[in-house]
Nanobody
């Protein structure tokens, strides 16, 4: 079992930065692949980024490449999403998720989810 708690969301102007954190509890955190997803009002949940259990492999949706960076700190059992050059279209609730055996972009492949943190980017 893994419990996930996101933090770090807020209101920021376009061009600004935020760093989201996802704190995990559970003894097997280091063996899980981790992902960030987001969901804007009226839209489906969208894959943002994922990272391998070792932290040496990452994937991103095209719309955030070069602006967002996913990382993990195994000792702190925390996954981060550094978001730079934010745009109004990045506005959404951001969720972290844990998967047992994949770093895919499909939400159904993830077994555990946090409660989400709101990110709002004003123009």
């Amino acid at each position: 079992q893994v419990q996930l708690v996101e933090s770090g969301g807020g209101l920021v102007q376009a061009g600004g930065s935020l760093r989201l954190s996802c704190a995990a509890s559970g003894r097997t955190f280091s063996t899980y692949f981790m992902g960030w997803f987001r969901q804007a009002p009226g839209k489906e949940r969208e894959f943002v980024a994922s990272i391998s259990w070792g932290g040496d492999s990452t994937t991103y949706v095209d719309s955030v490449k070069g602006r967002f960076t996913i990382s993990r700190d195994k000792a702190k059992k925390t996954v981060y999403l550094q978001m730079n050059s934010l745009k109004p279209e990045d506005t959404a609730v951001y969720y972290c998720a844990a998967a047992i055996s994949t770093m895919s972009g499909h939400p159904d492949d993830y077994s555990y989810w946090g409660q989400g943190t709101q990110v709002t980017v004003s123009s």
